[in-house]
Structure formats: C-alpha cells, structure tokens
Nanobody
C-alpha cells in the first residue's frame, strides 16, 4: 500500500499563510475521507478538518474554523490545507490521513484518528515572531 505523500510546511510569522499538500493515490477513486491532523509536542494528535472525496464537503474543528480551508483536486489526487492568519498555537507537526468512509456524515473533524488507516509522513509548521 502506498502512503500519502505530504509537501509544504515551514517557519512563518504570526498572521502569515501556508499551504500544505497531500497526494493520495486512491483519493477520488472510491469514497473516502481525508483528514488533517496536528500534533504539538506533548499533546495528542488533534483533528483539524476533513474532506469527503465524493462530494467535496469539508468541515473544521473550532480551533481553525474560518482560518483553515481544505480543498481537493481529484484529477491530481491531491488534497490541500490552506492555512491563513497563522498563530503561534498552530505550531506542530501536520499530518494528512485517509479513511474509507462511504457516507459523508461519517467524515467529520471529530472522527477518531485511530480509524484513519493511511498516514502521511508529517510536516513541521512553526509559527513564531
């Protein structure tokens, strides 16, 4: 099985923007749920948002709602996480992950990380002045 491949990330100042990419070879071939997660040192992995491949519906955790946007390009099998107005508390390692979900109502930001069966390699995002 091929794992998702992430790109993007880096170090920015508060208020800046970053865009992460996640290439998933089977995204869009069948219904699935792609989630973005963040893990800061000493904390559990936090679900940030998800997108359902079937209809492109996305939803977000309250901590990032209005600042982060998830978009997909099925033809390129790539999902993007656009992060605007970044804050120091957004610092962490960001992961994309895939889960087989047949119903869009099951693809939510609160879906347990343990249900996602394929994970990207992670990418560091650091926000500081």
């Amino acid at each position: 099985q091929v794992q998702p491949v992430q790109s993007g990330g880096g170090s920015v100042q508060p208020g800046d923007s970053l865009k992460l990419s996640c290439f998933v070879s089977e995204f869009g071939i069948r219904d699935n749920c792609l989630g973005w997660f963040r893990q800061a040192p000493g904390t559990d992995r936090e679900g940030l948002g998800v997108i359902f491949s079937g209809n492109g519906a996305s939803s977000y955790a309250d901590s990032v709602k209005g600042r982060f946007t998830i978009a997909r390009n099925n033809a390129e099998k790539t999902v993007y996480l656009q992060m605007d107005n970044l804050k120091p508390e957004d610092t962490g390692v960001y992961y994309c992950a895939l889960d087989r979900v047949s119903l869009p109502e099951l693809c939510t930001p609160s879906r347990r990380a343990s249900l996602f069966y394929k994970w990207g390699q992670g990418t560091q995002v650091s926000v500081s002045s």
